[in-house]
């Protein structure tokens, strides 16, 4: 997959700010909000393989914790996001995945907690949310 950063950190958001959280941060995204603070992601990043990003959040949290699985939109590199998840979420970790709701959720392992946006009008891309990411049951 292509990533751009992995690092350690605060969480900033959520109902998890403040703890300490490896963020996986993906390269590239098919939109182009207006409000973006993310552009740095849409190009570039280094090619890993699930070992090798399994192997730093290791290092950065070796026991265990928080992962944020975040981009750029991650869902774009679905094929190796999702087994890498798997692997997280098998390994201990409790993962949140930050997504733009505009790409199909099902696949997402149901111990993930799924930060999915909805772009409002001023966004410029209101129109990509995908609805059926609303159903719970599409997403378990
Ligand atoms: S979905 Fe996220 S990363 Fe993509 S353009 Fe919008 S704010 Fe930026």
Redesign the pocket.
């Known amino acids: 997959m292509q990533i751009t950063e992995i690092y350690k950190s605060l969480q900033g958001e959520s109902t998890h700010a403040g703890l300490p959280c490896v963020f996986v941060r993906l390269t590239g995204?098919?939109?182009?909000?207006s409000?973006?603070?993310?552009?740095y992601?849409?190009h570039g990043g280094r090619k890993m393989s699930i070992q090798q990003v399994w192997d730093e959040v290791k290092i950065l949290s070796p026991d265990g914790g928080l992962v944020e699985v975040?981009?750029?939109?991650p869902m774009l590199q679905e094929r190796e996001i999702v087994p890498l998840m798997k692997c997280l979420v098998e390994g201990g970790y409790q993962v949140l995945l930050?997504?733009?709701g505009?790409r199909p959720l099902g696949s997402v392992p149901a111990k993930v907690v799924k930060i999915v946006?909805v772009?409002c009008p001023n966004?410029g891309?209101p129109d990509?949310f995908r609805m059926e990411n609303l159903n719970s049951r599409a997403n378990s």
């Open positions: 995204c098919n939109l182009r909000c409000w973006c603070d993310s552009e992601t849409f975040t981009g750029g939109e930050e997504t733009s505009e946006d772009k966004s891309e990509t």
